[in-house]
């Protein structure tokens, strides 16, 4: 089991840089893949970016890609996950979540890593507002 806890958001104009932080916590926590997942007012929560436990093969839906990056490193003893957005968008805003899903847990399509039905554990979320 893992907790997840973000931070960063913020107000940002468009075409503006924000980095994203998730600090990934408990004993297991080197074993656990990442996903950031965005919910605008109104709409559903939809996936945006994934990575594996080891930080490796980084994959994007088509509205971020080119424009964000996720990233997971270790320092010490704690594992933390990176979303960095440039070029930011009225239609990015929302709030953003990181999560992860159940520790091997094996993605039957390529797709499920954006399905939030997928994740057992998440972050609280941090606001992201683009606006100017």
């Known amino acids: 089991q893992v907790q997840l806890v973000e931070s960063g958001g913020g107000l940002v104009q468009p075409g503006g840089t924000l980095t994203l932080s998730c600090v990934v916590s408990g004993i297991t926590a080197d074993y656990y893949a990442v996903g950031w997942f965005r919910q605008a007012p109104g709409k559903e929560r939809e996936g945006v970016s994934y990575i594996t436990s080891s930080g490796s093969r980084p994959s994007y839906t088509d509205s971020v890609a080119g424009r964000f990056t996720i990233s997971k490193v270790k320092v010490g003893a704690q594992n933390t996950a990176y979303l960095q957005m440039n070029d930011l968008k009225p239609e990015d805003t929302g709030v953003y979540y990181c999560?992860?899903?159940?520790?091997?847990?094996?993605?039957?399509?390529?797709?499920?890593?954006?399905?939030?039905?997928?994740?057992?554990?998440w972050g609280q979320g941090t606001q992201v507002t683009v606006s100017g």
């Open positions: 999560a992860s899903p159940p520790r091997g847990h094996i993605f039957r399509t390529l797709g499920a890593r954006f399905d939030p039905s997928e994740y057992d554990y």
